[in-house]
């Protein structure tokens, strides 16, 4: 993975019709420093308007006036979850480390969409961020950086980087933003497929996905009535893989074409739409919903 420099202070903005950057202001909270896949914004609104008008008829509304914090949101499946939700009548709060991706992801989303840089593993930085935010209706956190591979070959640091990043970054981000949360608002933890069938000696990313299953389990029944549930998806043709080299991502997909039932990746919208069912479904809490093709069933 590439490194990223420090992000020196937390910015945000809010896109104006006139401008294309957003308005800034610099607050001094300080953001702290972590590895991290480089790369653009992601997908833009353009080829997947017309989709997502239909998902917004197809929503029936529960969505419409939400606000909808997308940690992580500046790219990737955090990103196609913007775009769905501003469909169906939303607003959508998106976080990350980088404030040019999340100026170029909020641009396209006009007025429904805000942004404030966080990182998820700097606690001062993310509690800056949920100071920023008035309401929280839903919440995802698709932001995590870590490393990946057998215990045998990992150092110590790189096997906890996901619980650092990927557990930690969202049990703090829930905890932060309870007191803001919605009774009939719900909270979408981010999982993988991994962590029910790991496709190759990862065992710590696998146990930190399997982790993150029970952690929803644990916060649905602290929270309740507010909803908690984990989307577990397989792999996705999307931003995540596009920053990998590309041998390791051809071996990855045609080993997962050939082991989940339905002999294809995902798309990114494919895990949005999850996600929204999961924010709009009043009667579901603590469940982990697998799109994934089948994966974990063979
Ligand atoms: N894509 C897949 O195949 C797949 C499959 C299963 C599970 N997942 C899970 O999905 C999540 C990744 O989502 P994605 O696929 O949409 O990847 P992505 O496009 O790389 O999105 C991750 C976003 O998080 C931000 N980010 C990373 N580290 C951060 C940090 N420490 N603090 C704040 N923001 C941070 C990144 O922006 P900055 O770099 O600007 O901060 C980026 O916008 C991970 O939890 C991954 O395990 C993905």
């Given amino acids: 993975m590439s490194t990223r420099p420090p992000v020196p202070d937390a910015e945000s903005g809010r896109h104006t019709d006139s401008g294309t950057g957003g308005s800034r202001t610099k607050t001094g909270a300080g953001a702290g420093t972590e590895t991290g896949a480089g790369g653009g914004a992601g997908a833009g ?4 308007a017309r989709a997502d008008v239909a998902r917004s008829r197809a929503d029936g509304g529960r969505l419409g006036g939400r606000t909808i914090v997308l940690i992580g949101g500046g790219s990737g499946i955090g990103l196609r979850v913007a775009h769905q939700a501003v469909a169906a009548g939303a607003r959508v709060v998106l976080g990350g480390r980088s404030p040019e991706r999340l100026a170029a992801a909020a641009e396209p989303l006009g007025n429904a969409a805000t942004w404030h840089t966080v990182d998820v593993t700097d606690r001062p930085s993310l509690a800056s961020f949920f100071d920023r935010v008035e309401r929280v209706d839903h919440l995802l956190t698709t932001a995590a950086t870590y490393q990946v591979g057998p215990m045998r070959e990992l ?25 803001k949360l919605a009774a009939d608002g719900s ?29 929803a389990r644990g916060l649905a029944v602290e929270l309740a009535p507010v909803r908690v ?43 949005a739409d999850a996600v929204l069912f ?6 579901t809490t603590g469940s982990t919903l697998y799109p994934d093709g089948g994966y974990t069933l063979r």
């Fill in 45 to 48: 609104a353009g080829a997947g």
């Fill in 155 to 179: 150092s110590d640091e790189d096997a906890e980087s996901p619980f650092v990043s990927k557990f930690w970054g969202q049990y703090h981000a829930v905890r932060l933003a309870a007191p």
């Fill in 187 to 215: 909270v979408v933890l981010m999982s993988g497929a991994a962590g029910a069938r790991p496709p190759g000696p990862a065992p710590a990313y696998a146990a930190c996905n399997a982790a993150l299953e029970g952690l």
């Fill in 229 to 271: 549930n984990v989307v577990s998806p397989g792999t996705v043709d999307g931003n995540l893989w596009q920053q990998r080299p590309a041998g390791t991502r051809e071996a990855a997909f045609a080993q997962y074409r050939r082991d989940t039932l339905l002999h294809r990746l995902a798309t990114e919208d494919e895990i």
């Fill in 278 to 283: 999961l924010f709009g479904n009043g009667y």
